[in-house]
């Protein structure tokens, strides 16, 4: 039996992912993640509502830790500056937790329910992220856009870590952004009327 609230909130984590892949996340009950771990099943309760959760464990550290930064970069910055910073700095979070991040991705990705808890928790952390970014005094609409775009950004630049785990984490970020800046920049004519319009 795991001896702190840690270690068994750890064995819990593993348990499920080891039976999400095995058999699906929609087949694996709770009592079946805490036989796993060698805990009961209230154990289980203790530290997840639900089975989906254990998928999600971190996110509010994630969220308080993007928020702690943004709050803390140095004034001047653009949106997209400050944001990117923002991730560098939670970004070290999913490195730390790489074996938890990768299968975490696959299951989510493979399970409709998940992919919605995932959109759902997404839209809670964008809320944040611009709540942070109004309190900097940015105005409530571009707050928003960038909040929104930013975590978009984000987002690719995990899944292309996870992908090609040769480069950090920060790699990736910078990769992604710059791309973002690029298409930004990019000016695009307006569609030429119709020949004879």
Known sequence: MPRSGAEARRR?????????KERGFDQTTTAEIAAR??????????H???????????????RDALTHAVAEAPPGLEPLDVLLGA???AGRLLEENRPFSEPRLEIIAATPTLRERELAKAALLTDALTDALRRR????????????TGWAAFHQAAQSWID?????LSTHLHQTFADLQSLSATRT?????PAGG
């Open 137 to 148: 005094g940015v105005p409530a609409r571009l707050a928003a856009l960038a909040a929104q």
């Open 87 to 89: 991730f560098l700095k």
């Open 37 to 46: 771990a060698g805990v009961n099943e209230r154990t289980f309760f203790r």
């Open 164 to 168: 090609d785990p040769s480069d950090p």
């Open 12 to 20: 819990l984590r593993q348990a499920a992912l080891e039976l999400y």
């Open 48 to 62: 997840f509502p639900d089975k989906r959760e254990v998928l999600f464990d971190g996110e509010a550290d994630l």
């Open 189 to 193: 004519r307006p569609p030429s009327p």
